[in-house]
């Protein structure tokens, strides 16, 4: 839950332009770890996942080379 994080500051993609929508956020923890938390905008009480940077830096590299293009 996110109550037991450090701060996060939260970022929706600019993708997502309709508020009401379902989408994600994700941001950087404020306790200098480099670790991401990534949680569900409209349900921002529910549970949050937490990378290591090495983690997320793989998920955005093949997000880039596009291995999640369904």
Same mark, same amino acid.
């Given at each position: 839950?996110?109550?037991?994080?450090?701060?996060?500051?939260?970022?929706?993609? *600019?993708?997502?332009?309709?508020?009401?929508?379902?989408?994600?956020?994700?941001?950087?923890?404020? #306790? $200098?770890?480099?670790?991401?938390?990534?949680?569900?905008?409209?349900?921002?009480?529910?549970? *949050?996942?937490?990378?290591?940077?090495?983690?997320?830096?793989?998920?955005?590299?093949?997000?880039? #080379? $596009?291995?999640?293009?369904?």
């Amino acid at each position: 839950m996110t109550e037991n994080l450090p701060t996060v500051g939260w970022h929706i993609s *600019t993708y997502s332009a309709d508020t009401s929508a379902s989408c994600v956020e994700a941001g950087p923890l404020a #306790d $200098g770890s480099g670790r991401v938390a990534v949680r569900h905008s409209r349900r921002p009480d529910a549970a *949050t996942i937490v990378y290591t940077r090495d983690e997320w830096d793989a998920f955005v590299a093949g997000v880039k #080379d $596009g291995e999640f293009d369904f």
